[in-house]
Each structure stands twice: as structure tokens, then as C-alpha cells.
Nanobody, 117 residues
Framework: QVQLVESGGGLVQPGGSLRLSCAAS????????MGWYRQALGQQRELVAS???????AYSESVKGRFTISRVNARNTIYLQMNSLIPEDTAVYYC???????????WGQGTQVTVSS
């Protein structure tokens, strides 16, 4: 089992910034992918950004140039720096972890990000 603990959500004005963190613990496989999905009210969950244990990164087109994902492997922790936030970024953000060896996947509990004036 892998446990994911997210932090850093909240309310921010348009144009502002937030930083999300997600710490993984438990049966961590050192070959893995971690990342963030988000789900807005009434919408499907969508991928925001991902990063593998080797450092390969992917972003959705909607956040490229505004969001930056990073990780500290020694801490099994990933970060999502979100800049130039817009109301359309409002959603519950979920951290996920997937072992690239076993294909087991886990989700965090979600953290709310609200962009509003």
C-alpha cells in the first residue's frame, strides 16, 4: 500500500500563485510516476502534470508555461508550482502514484484550489 498526503490548496485571486505538495509513504517502488489530476465541478478528471522517477515530465496544454512540477526522490515528494492562476483552474487537485513495475496505482484525498476575486 502507498499513502499520499496532499497539502497547499486554497483560495487565490486570478493571477496569483499556489504550491501544492504530495508526500508518498508506504511500499514505494523506486521506478514510478507521480503527478496531479484535477476535477472541476461537473467535469471529468483530467491530467494536469506528471513526472517519473527518472525525471520525465508531461503537462496538459492548458497549464503549460504556468505550472511547474518537480520532485524530490529522497523524500518521495512531488510539488506543483501554479502561477498565473485563472478561474478555469478551479478544481479539486488529486495526487497520484503509479508503480511502473507492478502497475499498482494510488490516489490522494484531493485538495481544493479555488481561483476567484
Amino acid at each position: 500500500q502507498v499513502q499520499l498526503v496532499e497539502s497547499g490548496g486554497g483560495l487565490v485571486q486570478p493571477g496569483g500563485s499556489l504550491r501544492l505538495s504530495c508526500a508518498a509513504s508506504g511500499s514505494i517502488n523506486n521506478v514510478n510516476i507521480m503527478g496531479w489530476y484535477r476535477q472541476a465541478l461537473g467535469q471529468q478528471r483530467e491530467l494536469v502534470a506528471s513526472i517519473t522517477s527518472a525525471g520525465t515530465i508531461a503537462y496538459s496544454e492548458s497549464v503549460k508555461g504556468r505550472f511547474t512540477i518537480s520532485r524530490v526522490n529522497a523524500r518521495n515528494t512531488i510539488y506543483l508550482q501554479m502561477n498565473s492562476l485563472i478561474p478555469e483552474d478551479t478544481a479539486v487537485y488529486y495526487c497520484y502514484y503509479k508503480s511502473l513495475r507492478t502497475r499498482d496505482a494510488y490516489w490522494g484525498q484531493g485538495t481544493q484550489v479555488t481561483v476567484s476575486s
